[in-house]
């Protein structure tokens, strides 16, 4: 089963304690939606994603992780 882990929560600490609140508003979406995606509840489009890895300077790949098992 395949599944996507990401990194948000380290990355938004990681720059200065981002809130979720601030990303949300950064990327143009809830902070309900960047909760829901920090704790697997849901999957960002491929557009978000880049827009999430865009708003904290680092490659898609940084952010998010397909594990295919």
Known sequence: MARIENRIRRLRFDAGEMTQKDLADRVGVT???????ENGKYFPTLDLAFRIARAFGVPLDEVFTF???
Do not use: E, K, N
Not at 31 to 37: C, G, K, M, P, S
């Open 67 to 69: 594990h295919d098992d």
């Open 31 to 37: 902070r309900q939606t960047i909760l829901a995606i």
